[in-house]
C-alpha cells in the first residue's frame, strides 16, 4: 500500500485499523446512510477513500453480509439492501413482543442476578450531547435489550434475537426528529420494574416500551394495505392465572 494511503487510514483510524474496525465505520455509514440503501459497493474505491488495502475491507463487507446490510452480488460483489418496508418491521416487532416482555419478566424473577444495577448504570450513562443521537442511542437500546435477554440464560432464545439484527435494521431507519426521551423514559421504568423484583410489571412495560415503539415506526412508514396489523398480544394481566 503507498504511504500517501496508509496515512490517510491512520488518520481516519487512529493508528492501524483491524478488520473490526473497518466493519464498525462501514456499519456506521450505512446506518446513517452515507452509503445509501441498495448502493452497488466498490471495493477498491472504498479501499482507497478509507486509506487501508482491500484485505480488511472485504473481511468487513462479509461481517456486514452476515448482518443483513449487504447482499452479495454477480462478480464477487456487493450492494446495501433497501430498509425494511411495512411488513418487515411488523415482523420484527412481533418477534420482540413474543420474546422482550417474557425476558423482563425473567429479569425481574431473578433475585440472585437481577441486572437492575446495570441497566440503571446504562440509562445513566446515556448522552444526549453526543454528536449523533441516532448511534448513541443505537448503542445504549442495543446493550439495553441485549442485558435483559442475557439475564434469561436461554441461549437459544438470545441466538435467535441476536440473529434477527433488531436494532441494526430499525436504527438504520432512525430519522433525526426521533422522540429518544421517551423511550429513556420507558426504558427507565423497565429498569425499575426489574430491580424492584417485580415480574408482571417489568413485563408490561417492556410491552408497552415495544408497542409505542412500533406505533412510532409505522407513523412515519408508507402505508401498505397488504400488511396485517400487529398482532396483539394481551397483556400480562390476562395471561397470568
Ligand atoms: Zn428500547
Not at 78 to 89: F, S
Request: aromatic residues 6%; contains cysteine; hydrophobic residues 40%.
Amino acid at each position: 500500500m503507498p504511504d500517501k494511503a496508509n496515512r490517510l487510514g491512520s488518520r481516519i483510524f487512529g493508528g492501524r485499523p483491524s478488520t473490526i474496525d473497518v466493519y464498525e465505520l462501514l456499519r456506521r455509514k450505512i446506518l446513517e446512510h452515507t452509503i445509501a440503501p441498495a448502493t452497488k459497493i466498490n471495493i477498491m474505491q472504498l479501499a482507497k477513500e478509507l486509506g487501508v488495502s482491500a484485505t480488511p475491507v472485504r473481511e468487513a463487507l462479509r461481517l456486514l453480509q452476515g448482518d443483513n446490510l449487504l447482499v452479495a452480488t454477480s462478480n464477487k460483489g456487493y450492494a446495501t439492501t433497501e430498509t425494511l418496508d411495512l411488513k418487515g418491521v411488523r415482523d420484527l416487532f412481533e418477534l420482540r413482543l413474543l420474546i422482550e416482555p417474557w425476558a423482563a419478566r425473567i429479569a425481574a424473577s431473578n433475585r440472585l442476578q437481577n441486572p437492575g444495577i446495570d441497566l440503571a448504570d446504562e440509562i445513566n450513562s446515556f448522552d444526549a450531547k453526543a454528536d449523533s443521537i441516532q448511534h448513541e442511542m443505537f448503542g445504549h437500546d442495543t446493550r439495553f435489550h441485549t442485558a435483559i435477554l442475557a439475564s434469561t440464560e436461554n441461549e437459544t432464545v438470545i441466538q435467535a434475537f441476536s440473529q434477527a439484527h433488531c436494532h441494526l435494521h430499525l436504527f438504520r431507519m432512525f430519522r433525526d426528529d426521533w422522540d429518544w426521551r421517551t423511550s429513556i423514559a420507558q426504558h427507565k421504568a423497565i429498569a425499575d420494574a426489574i430491580a424492584n423484583g417485580d415480574p408482571a410489571a417489568a413485563e408490561d412495560a417492556m410491552r408497552e416500551h415495544l408497542n409505542s415503539a412500533y406505533s412510532r415506526f409505522i407513523e412515519v412508514m408508507p402505508k401498505d394495505p397488504k400488511t396485517r396489523p400487529l398482532t396483539k398480544v394481551g397483556s400480562s394481566k390476562l395471561i397470568r392465572k
